[in-house]
């Protein structure tokens, strides 16, 4: 056992799903030509003022209240300063000794436990921009994602693994699609991180030396950044050497951390309150809105699973990952399907279906009551297992109701045993040396016998039945 002890405090980036920019109506979209989105608050002219986005407020105090933070109903704008060349004011518009939200937490699930992460704050700021380079002698800057608006969620330093940051990653990007205040897509860049890593002798309460790991966007990058990064300040620690404080960048294509630059700390950023915005007045409306939109969240929901709805542990998990597939549970249990067989179905055919059509259960074609009526007729033996699935890629492609496809292409199920046994005994007939071959012994062709009962009914034959027919007809034979 290493004698080191990691210690991780997380800085996350989460971009809001508001249509427009923090503190002006450009669009804050992605994807469109470089340098689209921009006015004149965006590019700094003079006498441009910032007004703030309401919608920004709102999406930060749900967050902070689902995260059982305190909202502080009177908070300050402040400008954090940078020479960087994609802020053309200057400076970023941040929050620093009076954030929006303080303390709460984040329970994240590692190796079965649950762990709560504790907050020291979330606050409100804008995005910068993207500089842009092609490798020649030039660099250009795209404007587009300057002013976004961002949630900054900060943790305290109690991370003690890369996994452990990796888990509690992806707790918050459930969290952040569950309250629908973020797509939390790391590909696009909503959703990424900042981590301070230090390492101390194990059971030593003093920190070590924090190196921080800049915008790292995605999990596996996540884990292996860190990992690296804890391996080589042992290295360092154990070579005798000493951890110099700096931001580093993750390199994915060499694998390894590199420095970036020396780490800054508060005063080299020369906070202070932004003139141009009053201070920001959580009202008794605004927080009433923000309370009101939030939802049963993932744990509370995958508890009512297990102990309302008598899911095991796997599937209540997979019913609550996203909050999409949750509701859409939720509904289909509340027409009246069965819950086990709701979380199999929507868990097997309905989506490999989703994943064929390349489309999401929120876009789903077979509505929760047609699924329900699906199931409920399986249930009730009107249709069997083969019979439900090809009704299933019906209602999948046409929207219809699974009870008017059966009933119109005649599927109900042949559970008549006058009927039954008529056809089974053409098929006995008609395959003596597979007869001659289950007589001698081979029991598995029953198999066999069954496979070509359902053919010739067209999969309509209870399954059930068939068995029972062809084993008492076959032991005939035998006799």
């Known amino acids: 056992?290493?004698?080191?002890?990691?210690?991780?405090?997380?800085?996350?980036?989460?971009?809001?799903?508001?249509?427009?920019?923090?503190?002006?109506?450009?669009?804050?979209?992605?994807?469109?030509?470089?340098?689209?989105?921009?006015?004149?608050?965006?590019?700094?002219?003079?006498?441009?003022?910032?007004?703030?986005?309401?919608?920004?407020?709102?999406?930060?105090?749900?967050?902070?209240?689902?995260?059982?933070?305190?909202?502080?109903?009177?908070?300050?704008?402040?400008?954090?300063?940078?020479?960087?060349?994609?802020?053309?004011?200057?400076?970023?518009?941040?929050?620093?000794?009076?954030?929006?939200?303080?303390?709460?937490?984040?329970?994240?699930?590692?190796?079965?436990?649950?762990?709560?992460?504790?907050?020291?704050?979330?606050?409100?700021?804008?995005?910068?921009?993207?500089?842009?380079?092609?490798?020649?002698?030039?660099?250009?800057?795209?404007?587009?994602?300057?002013?976004?608006?961002?949630?900054?969620?900060?943790?305290?330093?109690?991370?003690?693994?890369?996994?452990?940051?990796?888990?509690?990653?992806?707790?918050?990007?459930?969290?952040?699609?569950?309250?629908?205040?973020?797509?939390?897509?790391?590909?696009?860049?909503?959703?990424?991180?900042?981590?301070?890593?230090?390492?101390?002798?194990?059971?030593?309460?003093?920190?070590?030396?924090?190196?921080?790991?800049?915008?790292?966007?995605?999990?596996?990058?996540?884990?292996?950044?860190?990992?690296y990064e804890i391996a080589r300040q042992v290295r360092v620690l154990d070579g005798g050497g000493q951890v110099v404080q700096e931001t580093r960048l993750w390199d994915a294509d060499a694998g390894v951390t590199r420095p970036m630059r020396g780490k800054e700390e508060a005063e080299d950023y020369r906070y202070f309150p932004d003139p141009d915005l009053p201070p920001l007045v959580v009202d008794d409306a605004l927080l009433a809105r923000a309370r009101a939109a939030i939802p049963e969240l993932p744990a509370a929901r995958r508890a009512r699973y297990i102990d309302q709805l008598g899911l095991g542990p796997a599937d209540a998990d997979a019913m609550a990952e996203e909050r999409d597939v949750a509701d859409y549970f939720d509904a289909v249990v509340a027409a009246g399907a069965p819950p086990k067989a709701a979380a199999n179905w929507i868990q097997g055919d309905l989506t490999a279906a989703l994943h064929r059509a390349g489309r999401s259960v929120a876009d789903c074609p077979v509505s929760p009551a047609h699924l329900a009526e699906l199931i409920g007729l399986l249930e009730d033996d009107a249709i069997s297992g083969p019979i439900a699935k090809r009704v299933l890629a019906r209602a999948f492609a046409t929207g219809e109701s699974p009870v008017a496809i059966v009933e119109r292409d005649g599927l109900r199920q042949i559970s008549d045993a006058g009927a039954i046994e008529a056809i089974a005994r053409d098929i006995v007939a008609a395959h003596p040396d597979q007869v001659a071959a289950y007589r001698a012994g081979k029991t598995k062709l029953l198999g066999y016998f069954v496979g070509q009962v359902m053919k010739a009914t067209g999969g309509k034959a209870n399954p059930a039945a068939v068995n029972d027919v062809l084993k008492r007809l076959l032991d005939e034979a035998g006799a």
């Open 1 to 227: 056992m290493s004698r080191w002890e990691p210690v991780i405090g997380l800085e996350v980036h989460v971009q809001l799903r508001t249509a427009s920019k923090t503190f002006s109506g450009s669009a804050a979209a992605y994807g469109a030509e470089p340098n689209a989105l921009t006015d004149p608050v965006v590019l700094a002219l003079p006498g441009a003022l910032p007004v703030l986005n309401e919608r920004a407020v709102e999406f930060a105090v749900r967050l902070g209240l689902a995260c059982g933070c305190s909202i502080r109903r009177r908070s300050r704008l402040a400008r954090k300063h940078y020479f960087y060349p994609d802020l053309p004011k200057g400076y970023q518009i941040s929050q620093y000794d009076e954030p929006l939200c303080e303390g709460g937490g984040v329970d994240v699930v590692v190796d079965g436990r649950v762990h709560r992460v504790r907050l020291t704050r979330i606050h409100l700021e804008e995005d910068a921009g993207k500089s842009l380079h092609d490798g020649g002698a030039a660099s250009r800057v795209d404007l587009n994602r300057a002013g976004v608006p961002l949630c900054e969620i900060v943790s305290e330093p109690e991370i003690r693994s890369a996994a452990h940051a990796a888990a509690y990653m992806r707790a918050i990007r459930q969290l952040v699609r569950y309250l629908d205040i973020s797509d939390g897509n790391m590909e696009e860049g909503s959703l990424r991180c900042d981590a301070n890593v230090s390492v101390r002798l194990a059971g030593s309460e003093e920190l070590g030396v924090r190196v921080e790991l800049k915008n790292i966007n995605s999990f596996r990058f996540v884990q292996k950044a860190l990992d």
